[in-house]
């Protein structure tokens, strides 16, 4: 692991619990899960976000041709779990060159989402429309997932939200026109229900998109 601890919303610096508070603290947004330090991309660390996720940990299954996972982090303590997870995955973007893509779950107002999407506020709700039809749908675990293509997000990347076990989901995918890719009908696997087949799952190089 790398560093210490910092507040998912923004990334500054975080308080631990102690005599006067009994959660972790930022000066900006006060109580928060703490993002963890970055975990280099191995099938070992992912295995540990795993193991104290609260919330699903989600990962194309199989990954595209070419793909490979590049990356994992959590907000979340030991005695809270984890409750908000990013997994990072690289390869041949649609339209050529590579594409990056990050998918997160997390709880209501944990902000882990909306800060790798460049958005303000914490979720997604009021950067997507769902009284009109969604713009693209996943599969995950199983379940055909409506997402919202996320308005207000940087011109150098596609965002898209929406619902999936009770919590949000968020796609993120660079460069913008690399979204294409969400529109193939991906297949979302939770890797908590995942079998020992993980163990071959292929891993590059660590992406940068979850140090931003």
């Given amino acids: 692991m790398r560093g210490e601890p910092s507040c998912p919303k923004c990334g500054g610096r975080v ?7 009994d959660s972790w603290q930022c000066d900006v947004h006060g109580a928060v899960h703490p993002l963890q330090p970055v975990i280099p991309p191995s099938v070992e660390a992912l295995s540990v976000v795993v193991h104290r996720a609260k919330v699903p940990v989600w990962m194309p299954w199989p990954l595209p041709v070419g793909w490979l996972f590049t990356g994992v982090a959590y907000a979340g303590d030991d005695r809270s779990g984890g409750r908000a997870t990013a997994v990072a995955c690289s390869g041949p973007g649609p339209l050529g060159g590579i594409g990056e893509l990050l ?3 997390e709880e209501l107002g944990v902000g882990l989402g909306a800060r790798y999407a460049g958005t303000d506020g914490l979720d997604p709700g009021p950067h997507i429309c769902v009284d009109k039809p969604p713009q693209t749908k996943v599969l995950a675990a199983g379940r055909p997932t409506p997402l919202w293509h996320v308005s207000d997000a940087p011109d150098d990347r596609a965002v898209f939200a929406g619902e999936a076990r009770g919590l949000w989901l968020w796609a993120i995918v660079w460069p913008e026109q690399s979204g294409l890719l969400m529109y ?9 229900d995942a079998g020992a087949e993980v163990e071959l799952l292929p891993c590059g190089a660590l992406s940068p998109r979850l140090l931003s």
Wanted: aromatic fraction near 6%; glycine fraction near 6%; charge should be negative.
């Fill in 184 to 192: 193939d009908e991906l297949v979302l696997t939770d890797l908590r």
């Fill in 15 to 21: 308080r631990a619990p102690g005599l006067f508070a």
């Fill in 103 to 105: 998918l997160i779950a």
